[in-house]
């Protein structure tokens, strides 16, 4: 009599390039740095509207951000490395907006999802922000009325590439530098 | 429903006469059009006569006619007796270089807000209200948003592209 082992479908991420011997393993820094960060995301959803909805469905049992890393979702700005924004941002919350991404810890991202924190979306009007790209900088844009969960996790996927490729210090690059200053971020 | 327009339009005249520039019905809602500098008085009449007793202030708030010139803008008081479920609406209408209107915070404390909304969008300032300033937008908006002039989009968007939209 043999008992059948169901086969795990589990996939765990591999090891990044590197020389390999009996008990040793050598790699560069940057790669072991950028796969532990980009399957480690503590994303602050900065939920305003209806695309905060959508991203519950992502979060939730279906669609399971989880199993891309970024199942701790910190409400803190303190810990977390991505801020995502999601509905529409009226004028008098975007120095708010502004704040919270200030207080996070290098390195953070930012993911702006569906149309209105993207662009204003239909709210082309006075009381509306139109983009959040003109308090702090964005790394992905998902567009969308709202997007589907498939689009925010494209946009996390997208957002982890970013994570490996970057530079481990990636705040003393004299272009992220630059980019800071044109927002008048320090 | 008891018919209140000439119950409360007698009652104004006898003791505002001139003031009281028109009384009509609206649908089935008494309106009255009053002299701006009386309107304080003609609320508070309102609220202390023992046969009105309007102590309910359902709403206040602007608006602006573009094409009435002299009368451009406007403030409508909402008015509810709470006893007999009598509604009316009181009016003043005046100039948009002359928006200054004493404030109805002496009679209803909730005025207060709703003053202050309706300078935030119409740019009406209430003389004597404690605290005048935006409520809702934010400080550095420059203009009021409701006035028929206020541009609808807003003017620092660069992606409309007008061919886009048929115009």
């Known amino acids: 009599m043999s008992i059948e082992v169901e086969k795990s479908n589990i996939q765990v991420v591999n090891s990044p390039a590197g020389i390999e011997g009996p008990g040793f393993f050598a790699t560069s820094v940057d790669k072991v740095i950028g796969m532990a960060r980009k399957n480690s995301i503590w994303p602050l959803p900065f939920a305003t509207s209806c695309c905060g ?57 930012v993911l702006s999802m569906g149309a209105c924190a993207s662009s204003g979306g239909i709210f082309d009007t006075y ?11 964005v790394d992905v844009y998902v567009p969308g009325c709202p997007p589907r969960p498939e689009q925010v996790l494209d946009g996390i996927l997208k957002i982890q590439e970013l994570i490996q490729k970057e530079s481990i210090r990636r705040r003393d690059t004299p272009q992220y530098k630059a980019l800071l200053a044109e927002y008048g971020i320090e | ?23 009509e019905m609206s649908k089935d809602f008494p309106v009255f059009t009053i002299k701006k500098d009386k309107i304080i008085d ?20 602007g608006i602006h006619f573009p094409d009435n010139k002299g009368q451009e803008l406007g403030v409508i008081y909402h008015l509810h007796n709470l006893r007999r479920n009598w509604r009316i609406r009181l ?25 202050r909304e309706t300078y935030d969008f119409f740019g009406i300032t209430f003389k004597g209200h404690p605290n005048m300033k935006r409520i809702l937008n934010v400080d550095d908006l420059g203009g009021f948003p409701m006035l028929k002039e ?18």
Request: with cysteine; glycine share 4%.
């Open chain 1, 53 to 109: 909805i959508e991203f519950m469905a992502t979060m939730a049992a279906h669609y399971d951000m989880g199993r891309f890393g970024a199942e701790r979702l910190s409400f803190s700005p303190r810990q977390a490395d991505l801020l995502m924004v999601m509905g529409t941002i009226a004028k008098k919350m975007a120095p708010i907006l502004r704040q919270v991404y200030m207080q996070m810890a290098e390195p953070r991202w």
């Open chain 1, 127 to 137: 009381s509306v922000l139109q983009g959040i790209d003109r308090v702090i900088p």
């Open chain 2, 1 to 23: 429903m008891e018919d209140i327009l000439p119950v409360i339009e007698s009652k104004l005249r006898e003791t505002f006469g001139d003031a009281i520039v028109s009384a």
């Open chain 2, 42 to 61: 003609v609320v508070k009449f309102l609220y202390d006569e023992p046969e009105m007793q309007f102590r309910f202030l359902t709403d206040l708030c």
């Open chain 2, 91 to 115: 009016r003043i209408f005046f100039a948009l270089n002359d928006s200054v209107v004493p404030t109805l915070t002496t009679v209803f404390s909730t005025a207060n807000w709703m003053e």
């Open chain 2, 150 to 167: 206020f541009p609808l989009e807003d003017p620092t968007r660069t992606d409309k592209n007008d061919s886009m939209f048929g115009r």
